[in-house]
């Protein structure tokens, strides 16, 4: 395995940011890359992320760039980009990509065309699917900026790519383990935003505590149902990347998803509310997705597709919940789709 040298993080949101001076508090160095130039040149000339990590002084140890040009010696790839991105992006540099560099993606959703997962949306466009790995868990980025304590699962196809990359990322406040079960972490992180924004809902129209715990364990059913459809380990949606990062998302009023609930609740329709949000808001587009895919498939996930009514068939946030609570009964731990 290489040394550590020779990082690019592709996206300078604040995941990016915080995973680059996550590196940097262990003396390891690393190149973000802003998309946008603008944004590039405020960063560099104030040494702080105003736009996305206020009020965080960034490290020497992270040089800024907003050119690829030093894609082609990376040695290790890490895409801080939205999930709809990540194939443009990579497709329109596959002639500088690195063949032999490891790719390691931060992003949770799916992509919104085809539904897949982001490794194998990667695993399409790159050379090595055995240098392709995934970081997924509870992690709100300004609370690991800040070095508050937080764990996270490493994913990968290889051990050894696993476990260098839990290496280099662990750390006194953040703890990386690995895991080998792809699909399981990949759809936990994307689906758990969908949930998200229903919690957001919740919490707005203050239903409670009962119906917040309710709301999180029926959508770690969900997701389960869903990710067992394509062949993934049902303890992975206990773990770290399932239960974990469902229940900081659903909780945590730092989570975009969870903001976005919180305004649709107010009556803000859903552009003006995802403006308001100023990130991508990444439960909209998987809900969309999800919701086609789980009609088609027959998969059961009522929370979900009274998500998708609120955002897209413009039904009223009352009749949404309304139709959830009388839904049909059920036997709890009934796993039919």
Same mark, same amino acid.
């Given at each position: ?36 130039? %603008? ?5 560099? !000339? ?25 894609? %082609? ?136 505590? !009962? ?26 949606? *206990?773990? *770290? ?27 803000? %329709? ?22 086609? %895919? ?44």
């Amino acid at each position: 395995m290489e040394e550590n040298k020779n990082i690019l993080i592709l996206g300078a949101g604040n995941w990016g940011t915080t995973f680059a001076r996550l590196l940097a508090d262990k003396d390891i160095e690393s190149t973000l890359w802003f998309r946008d130039s %603008t944004h590039f040149k405020e960063t560099e !000339n104030t040494r702080i992320n105003s736009k996305y990590l206020p009020g965080i002084e960034l490290s020497p140890a992270i040089h800024l760039t907003d050119s690829l040009d030093c894609l %082609t010696d990376s040695k290790l790839v890490v895409l801080a980009i939205p999930a709809n991105t990540i194939r443009e992006v990579l497709t329109r540099n596959q002639a500088i990509l690195p063949k032999s560099a490891i790719y390691l993606s931060l992003a949770k959703g799916l992509e919104l065309k085809s539904g897949k997962r982001i490794s194998e949306v990667m695993q399409e466009v790159l050379p090595d699917e055995s240098k392709i790995a995934c970081l997924s868990g509870p992690n709100i980025a300004h609370e690991i900026a800040e070095r508050k304590p937080a764990t996270s699962v490493i994913v990968a196809h290889c051990p050894k790519v696993s476990s260098y990359l839990q290496n280099l990322v662990s750390c006194a406040y953040f703890r990386a383990y690995t895991n080998t079960d792809m699909a399981g972490v990949e759809i936990s992180g994307a689906l758990k935003n969908v949930i998200a924004i229903a919690a957001g809902i919740c919490q707005e129209l203050k239903l409670g505590d !009962n119906s917040l715990a309710a709301l999180i364990t029926r959508g770690i059913a969900e997701i389960a149902r869903y990710g067992m459809a394509f062949g993934a380990n049902p303890l992975t949606f *206990m773990g *770290m990347a399932g239960v974990g990062d469902l229940s900081v998302t659903c909780m945590s009023g730092l989570s975009r998803n969870n903001r976005l609930g919180h305004l649709l609740a107010r009556g803000v %329709t859903l552009e003006n509310a995802i403006k308001q949000t100023k990130m991508v808001v990444e439960g909209v587009s998987t809900c969309e997705i999800v919701t086609q %895919t789980a009609r088609k498939l027959g998969i059961y996930m009522p929370i979900c597709f009274a998500v998708h009514s609120i955002l897209f068939e413009g039904i009223a946030v009352p009749s949404a919940i309304a139709s959830l609570m009388q839904n049909h009964l059920r036997e709890e731990m009934d796993r039919s789709l």
